[in-house]
Nanobody, 115 residues
Framework: QVQLVESGGGLVQPVGSLTLSCTAS????????MGWYHQAPGKQRELVAT???????NYADSAKGRFTISRDNSKNTVYLQMTGLKPEDTAIYYC?????????WGQGTQVTISS
């Protein structure tokens, strides 16, 4: 199983910005797709954004135009840049990969948007 460690969460006010990072232990990071998911209290975990090995991205409708997923293969890291944050973005954000055919999740990082 790949080890994933998220960082960058915190408390911000609307319409603030935040950038999350996820560093992976996978040896050949550049070969694998990565994703960001979030889970709000009492709700199911849902997709926010994905990026494949070629850099192609996909976003949930709620993230389009506000969030950007990117990766730095030299650092084994995927990022989620978030702008225009809203209270409804409050959730635990998780990094994900299926490298080696094994689904792996980070421990999550809390993002709270509140006035």
């Amino acid at each position: 199983q790949v080890q994933l460690v998220e960082s960058g969460g915190g408390l911000v006010q609307p319409v603030g910005s935040l950038t999350l990072s996820c560093t992976a232990s996978v040896i050949i990071f550049r070969f694998y797709a990565m994703g960001w998911y979030h889970q709000a209290p009492g709700k199911q975990r849902e997709l926010v954004a994905t990026i494949n090995s070629r850099g192609s991205t996909n976003y949930a409708d709620s993230a389009k135009g506000r969030f950007t997923i990117s990766r730095d293969n030299s650092k084994n890291t995927v990022y989620l840049q978030m702008t225009g944050l809203k209270p409804e973005d409050t959730a635990i954000y998780y990094c994900n990969t299926n490298a080696g055919g094994i689904e792996s999740w980070g421990q999550g990082t809390q993002v709270t948007i509140s006035s």
